[in-house]
């Protein structure tokens, strides 16, 4: 049995769902030099690094053929390619799905590499390490991790997270106090280049050097960005990428990766040239193996006339070739996911309609089976600089189209304008209360999706005479409430007249629930909305239908 496809039975695990925060588990990388015969540890879900060397380096390192078959005691294989990491190492790049002794031996066009051998014990997972996320088997709309507890995205965009420390050879100060605020409130998925060059348009005259990470001195090629050497590969750029990604994986925080931009001025090789696919299969080689990767093969994918779909579909079918672990892989083009569907496995969609909420559920109907993340729904919340504004610029508007999105059965991307470009605010705590980012709406909303578990909700049935619903279909009817309402009328099945339902009104933008009331429920019982700015949500529970044997 191949390893990817006992990455999906791990998925039909039941675990008990509990309440609970991103996971904080500090995990570094484990770094061990490969020795014959040596059996190494590692634990189930955690990256391990295996080193190599050699005497003589190739002239184009980069392309040495280099991967290492695993086999497991149940005979389970995985070719894992390795990758070139600088001077005259290798490195080969490992996960485990599952707890148990592996052996491996490499396979290489260079002597020294081919035919090592060696194994590792990887022993069972550490707390609050639940592995790489996958497709629920059971609901073909929600993420679970590896070992089947759920998995539901609030996503974050900061398109230079890969700059905040990209100069500092030593350590990532900046990266920690940023991903630390995010991973604070809830936020437990970053949308992030690889690279990123500068943005193209006109730039706050206010703006700070300190804050400022466009025109960036790195570059993940030789030479720069101005005057660029495709035909290299600048491994210190990736080996402090890697930095970041690791963190993240710390952090419990999905990388959510683009390896590709085209409207930030990147100086990429030409499309499909040698250079092209070296940078893209080194990416693909050395990220594949960190459970906290969710592959995009690239940000604003089909527009800026770079390439077309016949590009995209190469790079989608060379992705899943070049990665044994099978991470998930969108696109940043709804266009592309929508006449594609098929390519994909998850649904990214720019929509800043509105009138989210049906648009939303639109999407949901023309493309059923799917999760659909908005990665970009046009709100872009307001801060110390002017960087891009998009539709929408307050925090409590971009969150009312956060929770539409939820409520829709999809899942939402939150940007705020002091960190999603090339203005990164990186300690946020040192602003002013009045110029921070209101994220604290976001940890409200995370304590709430896993309180009720939201992503199994049934979304789309109309349920009110007003607002949204999601419900379980027996004991747990939730409703969104617009700001416009002074009341809602409920609408339940025949089954449930007579009996009593209990109402609690929750506050989105502090969190807060109200004191609980008691209603008979009769054909259209009616809610007073709380006074208050703003939308709110209802939550309605029941007692348990009693069988009657």
């Not at 592996?102 to 639940?130: C, F």
């Not at 990209?166 to 350590?171: C, F, P, R, S």
């Not at 710390?250 to 990429?268: D, F, S």
């Not at 619903?469 to 025949?494: A, M, R, S």
Request: proline residues 5%; aromatic residues 14%.
């Amino acid at each position: 049995m191949r390893l990817h496809h006992f990455r999906s039975l791990l998925a039909f695990v039941v675990v008990p769902f509990a309440l609970t925060f991103i996971n904080s588990v500090a995990s570094a990388v484990e770094t061990v030099q490969h020795r014959t015969g040596e059996v190494a540890s590692a634990h189930q879900w955690e990256v391990i690094d295996i080193g190599f060397q050699v005497e003589t380096v190739a002239s184009q390192p980069v392309d040495v053929k280099f991967s290492a078959t695993f086999t497991n005691d149940s005979g389970d294989r995985l070719e894992v390619p390795g990758f070139f990491d600088g001077n005259k190492d290798y490195v080969i790049r490992f996960t485990s799905s599952f707890a148990g002794r592996w052996s491996y031996v490499t396979h290489s066009d260079v002597g020294e590499l081919d035919g090592k051998t060696g194994g590792i014990d990887v022993a069972a997972a550490q707390q609050g390490r639940n592995g790489g996320v996958v497709i629920d088997p059971n609901a073909a709309r929600q993420f679970r991790y590896e070992n089947g507890t759920s998995y539901y995205p609030i996503a974050f965009e900061c398109d230079w997270l890969f700059a905040l420390d990209a100069e500092n050879a030593t350590d990532i100060p900046n990266t920690r106090s940023f991903v630390d605020s995010l991973a604070k409130d809830g936020f437990n998925q970053i949308v992030m280049n690889v690279f990123a060059y500068d943005v193209n348009w006109k730039k706050d005259e206010r703006l700070r050097p300190e804050h400022e990470y466009g025109h960036p001195k790195v570059f993940p090629f030789g030479g720069n960005n101005n005057s660029p050497d495709h035909s290299q590969i600048n491994v210190d750029y990736f080996k402090r990428l890697d930095r970041v990604i690791e963190y993240l994986d710390q952090k419990g925080i999905v990388a959510h990766l683009m390896i590709y931009v085209w409207n930030k001025e990147v100086n990429w090789p030409a499309a499909n040239s040698d250079a092209d696919n070296r940078y893209f299969d080194y990416v693909v080689r050395r990220y594949q193996a960190y459970p906290n990767i969710v592959w995009d093969v690239s940000k604003e994918a089909l527009g800026y006339g770079h390439t077309d779909v016949n590009y995209i579909h190469q790079r989608i079918e060379r992705l899943r070739q070049g990665d044994a672990f099978k991470r998930l892989i969108t696109v940043h083009d709804y266009s592309y996911c929508n006449r594609f569907q098929e390519n994909v496995d998850f649904v990214s969609v720019q929509l800043w309609s509105s009138e989210l909420y049906s648009v939303m559920r639109n999407v949901c109907e023309r493309i059923p089976g799917k999760p659909i993340l908005n990665i970009e729904h046009g709100g872009y919340e307001k801060g110390p600089y002017v960087v891009f504004t998009g539709n929408y610029t307050s925090p409590e508007v971009c969150l009312e189209r956060a929770w539409q999105c939820v409520f829709a059965g999809t899942y939402p991307t939150h940007y705020w304008q002091g960190a999603a470009w090339n203005a990164i605010i990186a300690d946020i705590e040192s602003l002013a209360p009045e110029d921070r980012p209101r994220l604290d709406y976001y940890r409200h909303m995370r304590a709430f999706v896993d309180k009720y578990d939201v992503g199994r909700l049934k979304a789309g049935d109309k349920m009110s005479n007003a607002g949204f619903c999601l419900h379980n279909g027996d004991q747990l009817y939730v409703y969104y409430v617009p700001k416009e309402c002074d009341f809602i009328g409920i609408k339940l099945p025949k089954e449930l007249m007579g009996r009593t339902m209990r109402g609690t009104w929750f506050n989105p933008f502090d969190g807060t629930y109200d004191n609980p009331v008691d209603k008979e429920i009769v054909q259209w019982p009616a809610f007073e909305v709380p006074i208050g700015e703003g939308f709110r949500i209802l939550v309605l529970k029941f007692q348990p239908t009693v069988q009657v044997e």
